[in-house]
């Protein structure tokens, strides 16, 4: 009997569906090369966004070889199975409220309180019988300093009453820490992102023994007093004509055992150099329409979220911009895929940001809108007919990178076209994603927040250190100044203590520490 030829072994539904398995796994397997590329990116590449070109023809490869590296064996050590180490003691305790520290390593700065009762016509009537001696831990900029402060007990030599100099009034009512160790605190883990525990471990290491807990105590309550602050600055940022929003995750509170909840900071940049980070437990479409609630702007400027695409469709005098940048990331992902006509996309984007960055922002409106219709609207145009054109090849796969970023730029036409009206209206965001980099940053140190709570005076605390450096404004000479004026300053003046207003009212002749007091040879 012949033998079966290969061909008639399968039918014509066969061949169609070997076909289309294979267009499938074809299509999968480009889509998973792409992920592969862009992890491997994210693990060993270049993290920059700038227009770089490899090969360059003219220059040549050096001939640099790498020695192999040998490491040292590791030294052995034997110990015996009965030996047992003693623990160390913990050294301040959460139950301990108290300092406790040396003075043969501590620097002990003192300061004479003057007596009222020993100046004038009375000074004859009274003597000198004691001293009463308190404490605070002080902070400067490299090193800690204890604060001591002398205060005479004095007795009216005629009817042998006794009183003595009451102690200055602190930031906390019976406390012992001068304002330039608390605000020394808060720079340290919010600016530089140092954690509380390695904080206290360099508190250790100078001889001072005090609890952690008292550390977070500190914290909380400063953030809480200089919240009016931060509330008087979020109401200016939100009349703002143009605000840019973004979204940053941050883990804080439990969510069951041995996970935590998944919150996120809302940040808002106002066009007058703002920043206010405000704490959502998720970064839903219900929680970023009630951030933006009190907002009574004309253009919001955000990235390609949906979310605020649909809550600009119900305001109906709202203008919704969105990033170039955003548009940019998605083409600069699909260069490995098409290197060639990717490069056609990035090459536009670049001149488009040559020739919007032109603009001198002291020209007047209607030359900066000229500039923009005349430069940058016909590379504009040229931009998405070239994506019209892409969109209609019929040989991109739906998972293609380069089909994803056609799509993503195709789609928001309209809200990337908004800057070319209004010359308040940046081209992306990355004003905004500058500032909001301390979330990150703090996130590789501290990690997460242990609740809500304190999520939230991290977005207090990082508002004004970050607008300080939007305004140029000191963040510790700021922070010193208004944690000892906000007791006394009028509640409807709030925004005076903001970093922008504080700066012109204020800054010239800020409130000293009793730290920098002395050392600046200032009377107390």
């Known amino acids: 009997m012949p033998k079966q030829s290969q061909k008639s072994r399968y039918s014509d539904a066969d061949i169609d569906k070997i076909l289309r398995s294979n267009e499938l796994l074809s299509d999968q397997n480009e889509s998973l090369q792409s992920q592969l590329t862009w992890l491997k990116r994210q693990i060993f590449g270049n993290k920059s966004e700038q227009l770089q070109y490899l090969d360059v023809p003219g220059q040549a490869e050096l001939p640099l070889g790498s020695k192999p590296v040998i490491e040292a064996p590791a030294k052995k050590q034997s110990i015996k199975s009965y030996q ?188 007058q150099d703002e920043m206010v980070f405000n704490f959502s437990p998720s970064k839903s479409r219900s929680a970023i329409e009630s951030v933006l609630s009190g907002f009574s702007g004309k253009v919001l400027l955000t990235d390609g979220n949906s979310a605020y695409a649909l809550y600009a469709q ?108 209004d010359q308040s209206i940046a081209l992306d965001t990355n004003h905004l994603e500058r500032g909001l980099r301390v979330i990150p940053m703090g996130r590789r140190n501290w990690l997460f927040c242990w609740t809500e709570t304190g999520a939230k005076y991290v977005g207090i605390i990082q508002s004004l250190i970050v607008t300080c450096r939007l305004q140029d404004v000191d963040p510790t000479i700021y922070l010193i100044d208004v944690l000892q004026r906000i007791k006394t300053h009028p509640a409807d003046r709030m925004i005076e203590l903001t970093p922008r207003v504080w700066k012109e009212k204020f800054g010239a002749n800020p409130l000293l520490s009793d730290l920098d007091k002395i050392e600046k040879n200032v009377l107390i």
């Open 84 to 271: 047992r180490r003693q623990k160390k003691p913990k050294v301040g305790t959460p139950e301990d409220s108290g300092i406790r520290f040396d003075e043969n390593e501590v620097e002990v700065k003192v300061i004479e309180v003057p007596c009222p009762e020993l100046t004038g016509d009375q000074a004859d009537k009274y003597e000198v019988i004691g001293t009463n001696v308190d404490y605070r831990l002080a902070q400067r900029r490299s090193a800690y300093v204890m604060l001591k402060y002398v205060r005479k007990v004095i007795k009216h030599r005629d009817n042998q009453q006794i009183k003595s100099t009451p102690a200055p009034v602190g930031v906390f009512e019976r406390n012992q820490w001068d304002v330039s160790f608390i605000i020394g605190l808060l720079v340290e883990k919010f600016l530089y992102h140092q954690p509380l525990y390695r904080q206290h471990q360099r508190l250790c290491r100078s001889g001072i023994e005090l609890s952690r807990g008292t550390l977070t105590n500190i914290t909380h309550r400063a953030c809480a007093q200089l919240e009016p602050i931060v509330l008087a600055q979020l109401g200016n940022v939100l009349r703002s004509h143009t605000m840019a929003m973004d979204e940053t995750p941050i883990k804080a509170g439990n969510k069951k055992k041995g996970k935590l909840h998944q919150g996120c900071f809302l940040p808002l940049y106002g066009d």
């Open 314 to 421: 119900k305001i109906a005098a709202l203008v919704h911009a969105q990033c170039w940048a955003h548009c940019r990331r998605y083409f600069e992902r699909a260069f490995e895929a098409e290197p060639v006509e990717a490069k056609i996309a990035l090459d536009l984007i670049a001149d488009l940001y040559h020739e919007d960055g032109q603009i001198d922002k002291s020209w007047p409106a209607i030359k900066q809108i000229e500039h923009r219709a005349n430069r940058c609207q016909p590379i504009v145009d040229k931009l998405f007919d070239w994506c019209d054109k892409q969109r209609q090849r019929t040989d991109l796969l739906p998972k293609n990178p380069l089909t994803k970023a056609l799509g993503y730029a195709c789609d928001r036409e309209q809200a990337l076209k908004e800057f070319l009206t």
